[in-house]
């Protein structure tokens, strides 16, 4: 007796059955081919391909089906700890994203980590910058590794604002959970405190004070000075924000296959982008001769030279770097004294008188066949907030030789009188002595910067507090920390709409990053100051300087560097006694 359904029935069963499967992965793939617009798309090219006839093929159709990829997600960033030009810890973090499926390395960004406010910075303070460096750059490395690669994954780094936004939020919690744990331990231990004991008998009342020598008598009424005030606060790990936001421009920009400065213009410029663009004026340290520099005038920390603006940066950099060489030559001429290169990258030599720099530099200039007031102008970095004695409320401008705010003034208005070359004052004053810097600019502006660098506001405090009292011609704004390049486009924007001019500046310790020279001409800087022509972070600077002039060059788009203009600040008052010796 035969049973149905035997081994050929079942195999034709077998066979329907897979056929309907394989019927309906067919249908399934069709549908999602034909969601994504595969067929049209490939129809397309192929018939166009036909016609153009490509050398290379399948190079033709991997660059067409390009144009439809997902665009780049961040896929992960790394922190690692490098050391800055001084040997000190910092960051570098690179970003990596998917690209076409598969995950790629984009780009490495470095910053210097700044520990302490400029402001409070003394040759004593080395070692616990140190300490505090390699504390900050622990937690920086933490952030960056953690929490900050899981917040931004899956991110578009074109979304830089975004990007920025989330990263000060995130910076902001963290300083707020430090108040919230500083308070906490505050309160911990006021209930933990013991009873204080009364403060221990004075001396007796009979006994005499020593008296004080007398000084000498000041032309100018003397008044206290302002107290100093509090130190800007510094939040371990806050480069961690800073180096990420810049890592996130640089992958947006190679992504996109930009440069950087047009991208870093591009976000800048809520309208068309421009169609030229201007290179900043490179202000050029020369020499350093100030409080360190072991001579008794303390008061030029730093001479900078400034090209005239018809110039390129290629003639500048050849003008300064003869003019350097030459300075070499008297840095070790017989009986000159000892002279050491500096960490600004230029020569450091202590001098006795204040007018013996400017004597040396102008017979450099003629034996170079350069003019002083023509060819090159100079510019001081003052340093002025070293210089003050506290005990005595005075700035010590020579050994022995104290001056009161208000006597700062005349000082600076013969030093400018004496050396007309002289177009720029940086950090004058402290930034306490607010009336004198008020007098300073009413006098001065009309025919020099005056300029704040360690005496300007923090970044944080420009975009809460804004420019306050306008003071100053302009600010010298350095990337580091917490600051995000959209803190940098709002700062320029803020500086513009108030007539202040946006300089470019570098942190003491650096890195080899070069970035600095990119974000200052996409933000369309007035000048940039970098230091000085030696050591390899700064070189690296001066480098891509130069090819981003020549690239623009190359573009037609290199605009023509406006002459110098003084912003006139306050109303001019009368001339202060003109007699006053710089040495007295």
Not at 50 to 66: S, T, V
Not at 159 to 169: M, P
Not at 281 to 288: A, T
Not at 502 to 511: A, Q, V
Request: one cysteine or more; glycine letters at 6%.
């Amino acid at each position: 007796m035969s049973v149905s359904g035997g081994p050929a029935v079942n195999g034709r069963r077998s066979s329907s059955l897979e056929a309907r499967d394989f019927y309906q992965l067919k249908q399934r793939a069709a549908e999602y081919y034909r969601s994504n617009g595969v067929p049209q798309r490939m129809q397309q090219v192929l018939n166009n391909m036909f016609y153009e006839k490509p050398d290379d093929m399948y190079g033709h159709l991997a660059n067409y089906f390009a144009s439809f990829a997902k665009p780049a997600a961040i896929s992960r960033i790394i922190g690692r700890e490098i050391l800055d030009t001084n040997s000190q810890s910092t960051i570098e973090v690179e970003v990596l994203c998917t690209i076409k499926n598969f995950e790629k390395s984009v780009c490495f960004a470095a910053m210097s980590n700044c520990c302490s406010d400029p402001n409070y910075k003394t040759q004593d303070t080395g070692n616990n910058d140190n300490e505090e460096k390699a504390q900050s750059a622990n937690i920086a490395l933490e952030w960056v590794n953690e929490p900050l690669n899981s917040l931004l994954k899956g991110l578009l780094p074109a979304n830089q604002i975004h990007v920025d936004k989330l990263l000060s939020e995130y910076f902001q919690r963290k300083v707020e959970e430090d108040e919230e744990q500083k308070k906490k331990d505050n309160k911990e231990e006021k209930l933990t405190e013991p009873e204080s004991l009364p403060p221990p008998v004075s001396a007796a009342f009979g006994d005499k004070k020593k008296k004080s020598p007398k000084a000498k008598k000041s032309l100018v009424p003397e008044k206290n000075i302002n107290p100093r005030e509090p130190p800007e606060p510094f939040f371990p790990g806050s480069v961690a924000i800073g180096a990420v936001s810049l890592a996130i421009a640089k992958a947006s920009a190679k992504l996109q296959n930009i440069i950087l400065y047009l991208h870093i213009a591009s976000l800048n410029q809520a309208e068309e982008p421009l169609k030229e663009m201007s290179m900043p004026l490179p202000l050029i340290s020369i020499l350093e001769c100030g409080k360190s520099s072991g001579g008794k005038a303390h008061l030029l920390k730093e001479v900078i030279a400034i090209p005239k603006p018809s110039l390129g940066y290629k003639q500048s950099i050849k003008m300064i770097r003869d003019l350097q060489q030459e300075i070499s030559k008297w840095m070790f001429a017989p009986k000159t004294g000892p002279a050491a290169m500096s960490q600004s990258g230029c020569w450091k030599k202590g001098y006795d008188r204040i007018e013996q720099p400017f004597e040396m530099i102008q017979e450099v200039c003629t034996a170079l066949q350069l003019t002083l007031g023509d060819d090159l102008h100079l510019m001081l970095n003052c340093g002025a907030h070293e210089l003050m004695d506290y005990e005595k409320q005075k700035y010590e401008v020579i050994t022995g030789v104290l001056k009161h705010p208000d006597e700062m003034i005349e000082f600076y208005i013969n030093l400018v009188k004496q050396y007309p070359s002289i177009i720029g004052l940086i950090d004058p004053l402290r930034k306490e002595d607010v009336e004198q810097w008020s007098k300073l600019c009413s006098l001065l502006s009309p025919q020099c910067y005056i300029l704040a660098d360690a005496t300007s506001r923090s970044i944080d405090k420009l975009l809460t507090e804004g420019l306050g009292t306008k003071l100053y011609s302009g600010l010298v704004v350095k990337h580091a920390n917490q600051t995000t390049i959209s803190n940098l486009f709002q700062v320029a924007k803020l500086m513009e709409e108030n007539e202040c001019i946006f300089i470019s500046g570098l942190t003491d310790e650096e890195t080899m990053d070069d970035s600095i020279a990119d974000i200052a001409v996409g933000l369309g800087a007035r000048f940039i100051k970098l230091g000085g022509l030696c050591h390899g972070e700064r070189v690296a600077k001066y480098n891509r300087l130069l090819a981003i002039e020549e690239e623009l060059a190359q573009r037609g788009a290199l605009g023509k560097s406006p002459e110098h203009v003084f912003p006139v600040i306050g109303a001019e008052q009368e001339d202060l006694n003109p007699e006053m010796n710089l040495s007295n």
